[in-house]
């Protein structure tokens, strides 16, 4: 398991010049997030939106669908939807894990064209063995997608930029892999229990509040 870490927001805004140190790795007081990242972070208008999409306060999950500890996580993320009527969660597919997390992540956002993608990104999610073009395109027919429509989605400019947009916002806080959460000023990272992830949500909203 990887060792779960808090990491700090800092100040420095997206598009800035300099380096972008965003995410710093501790934890004593928060800095608040600029405006920029955050916006960046929980408003992409490319990024999957489960939940309340009016919700007080906004989860992102960085994730691979061949990281274990994000497979290991897809339960708690139902819970915490299902239970939660005023939390939003966005979902950033950063496909670290090679050639074959980049096609599950562009098939898995190709599916939110066809309506299905929560049901996809479940299933992936609890496949056996890797995510590949042969696993991956099982599952898409598995849970009824048009698989021809599907890869012909895949290409669109827009899952592009999504995924481009996830390796630029990881490079610039500084990410240390996935699954990463991040909510209002503070972000950890590696797998976390329900009540872990509940209390980070209760931070964030007595932040923002």
Same mark, same amino acid.
């Given at each position: 398991? !990887?060792?779960?870490?808090?990491?700090?927001?800092?100040?420095?805004?997206?598009?800035?010049?300099?380096?972008?140190?965003?995410?710093?790795?501790?934890?004593?007081?928060? =800095?608040?997030?600029?405006? *920029?990242?955050? =916006?960046?972070?929980?408003? +992409? !208008?490319?990024?999957?939106?489960?939940?309340?999409?009016?919700?007080?306060?906004?989860?992102?999950? #960085?994730?691979?669908? =061949?990281?274990?500890?994000?497979?290991?996580?897809?339960?708690?993320?139902?819970?915490?939807?299902?239970?939660?009527?005023?939390?939003?969660?966005?979902?950033?597919? %950063? !496909?670290?894990? $090679?050639?074959? +997390?980049? #096609?599950?992540?562009?098939?898995?956002?190709?599916?939110?064209?066809?309506?299905?993608? %929560?049901?996809?990104?479940?299933?992936?999610? $609890?496949?056996?063995?890797?995510?590949? *073009?042969?696993?991956?395109?099982?599952?898409?027919?598995?849970?009824?997608?048009?698989?021809?429509?599907?890869?012909?989605?895949?290409?669109? !400019?827009?899952? *592009?930029?999504?995924? +481009?947009?996830? /390796?630029?916002?990881?490079?610039?806080?500084?990410?240390?892999?996935?699954?990463? /959460?991040?909510?209002?000023?503070?972000?950890? /990272?590696?797998?976390? +229990?329900?009540?872990?992830?509940?209390?980070?949500?209760?931070?964030?909203?007595?932040?923002?509040?």
């Amino acid at each position: 398991m !990887p060792t779960r870490r808090h990491i700090m927001i800092s100040a420095t805004a997206l598009g800035a010049s300099a380096a972008f140190p965003a995410l710093s790795q501790t934890a004593d007081r928060p =800095n608040p997030m600029p405006a *920029e990242l955050r =916006n960046a972070l929980e408003r +992409s !208008p490319n990024a999957p939106v489960l939940g309340n999409p009016d919700g007080d306060v906004t989860l992102t999950e #960085f994730f691979d669908y =061949n990281c274990e500890f994000c497979r290991k996580m897809i339960g708690t993320m139902q819970r915490l939807i299902t239970t939660d009527p005023d939390l939003r969660v966005v979902y950033r597919e %950063w !496909p670290v894990f $090679g050639e074959g +997390s980049e #096609f599950a992540s562009r098939a898995s956002l190709a599916s939110l064209e066809q309506g299905r993608y %929560w049901q996809f990104h479940a299933a992936l999610l $609890g496949m056996r063995g890797r995510a590949v *073009e042969a696993t991956v395109m099982r599952t898409a027919r598995d849970v009824g997608l048009d698989e021809d429509r599907l890869r012909k989605d895949m290409d669109a !400019p827009h899952i *592009e930029e999504h995924i +481009s947009t996830s /390796f630029a916002l990881a490079d610039h806080m500084g990410l240390m892999g996935t699954p990463t /959460f991040i909510a209002g000023d503070e972000g950890v /990272f590696g797998e976390m +229990s329900l009540k872990e992830t509940q209390e980070l949500i209760a931070r964030a909203r007595q932040t923002l509040g």
